[in-house]
């Protein structure tokens, strides 16, 4: 009796199994629940433009608790929240914090969400090239003086930056880390080269910062198949380039960017390496000197996974695309006509064109089966007024 008048007491504070036995002694009770579900946390976008944060309304949610950056939180009940970007003044990450609030009879509240905002390092400096169309960040100074994380900011001056420079960090040994972009769409060549970063890493991995491959650190070893793991988006310009035992790679469905020379001069072989429909950009040069892309065929068009990645040698006469094909590289036909009329006929297929896919080919004319530039054709994809574009033509 002592030791059930006890549990009585403790089960107010912790529950206690004994006492709330059914009637038939089962534990737990039927309809008891231990605890109340949990709202879901709200899924966040920042505008960058507008600086508004904003998320769907949570079901079930009476209210949102906000906390921005290291400020006091505050509770609303609308599903949106200007922020004073001007409060954050110093470089490195800014957490936009939001709470969906339970009821506290049906809900819990939720776990919180949370929104990086980037506040970048001193020192960099930022350029819009106008034929990729990138905001590219590169660093201003002595890349040694470097120390600690670099904070490379989402938004500068009304553009997303979405590419840094080749050699940008070069030399930044005392850089242990760097938060870059959600939205990065390129890494030039040898960015983190010789930074304490990379140099850091262990002897035949893949270096990876955040969801990009910057480069794979080799000691001579056989590399063979390497597995890319889910998540990655984009390789860096001459991230695997010159490994000639590097045989293949497993590609996820997340990749999007294959960089400049990414597998230039490497062992990549054609059965080993595959992707789908969701690569959006391919590099110059990305597989020359491979398996993929040997140096020289004559006077042909080179595919892999029903991209055009190259011409290698000289084409002329009518030329057509094979109709099957989805994508055409940066570069691709550069330089491929040797200063002979040549006709180029692009299918439906075709959904995407790389930057300045067509420049440098003289006395060429362009025939498309599409009645206008694709949606994902780049803007630079063949040099205005050096050659006509006839659209809506037929394969014949």
Known sequence: ??????????SVMVGCSRCNNDENGEYPPNGYEPSLPQLTAPELRFNYVTTVLSWDAVTDATGYIVTLGGGSPTTITAATQTV???????SGIHNLSVTAIGNEETHLNSNPAVYAFIVGTTGLKFDFDTITEYLVVDFDGDAAELEGTVYIPTFVNGKYVKSIAADAF???????????????????M????????????????????????VGYKSDG???????????????????????????????PATLRFIGA??????????????????????????????????????????????WVLGVSGVLDGNQIIGLNTVGIAD??????????????????????????????????????QASSAGENWHHNWYPGGHFEVLWNQNVG
């Open 170 to 188: 070069e030399n930044a040994v005392n850089v242990t880390n760097f938060v870059i972009p959600y939205n990065l769409e390129h890494i030039g």
């Open 84 to 90: 004073d970007v001007s409060q954050f003044t110093t």
């Open 221 to 251: 070893t056989t590399i063979g198949v390497v597995d890319i793991k889910d998540g990655i988006i984009g390789i860096a310009d001459g991230a695997f380039s010159d490994l000639p035992s590097l045989s293949g790679a497993n590609i």
């Open 190 to 213: 040898n960015a983190f080269t010789n930074t304490g970063f990379l140099n850091n890493h262990s002897n035949n991995s893949i270096m990876t910062l955040a969801n990009w491959i």
């Open 331 to 368: 570069f691709a036909f550069f330089n491929s006509a040797n200063h002979t009329t040549i006709d180029i006929f692009i299918p439906q297929s075709v959904t995407r064109i790389g930057n300045s896919a067509f420049v440098s080919v003289p006395n060429a004319q362009l025939r498309a």
């Open 1 to 10: 009796m002592i030791i059930c008048i006890l549990c009585l007491s403790l």
């Open 261 to 306: 020379e990414a597998f230039r001069s490497s062992g990549i072989k054609i059965d080993n390496f595959a992707f789908g429909l969701h690569i959006e950009r391919i590099g110059r040069d990305a597989f020359l000197g491979t398996e993929v892309f040997p140096n020289p065929i004559n006077n042909q068009m080179v595919y892999f996974n029903n």
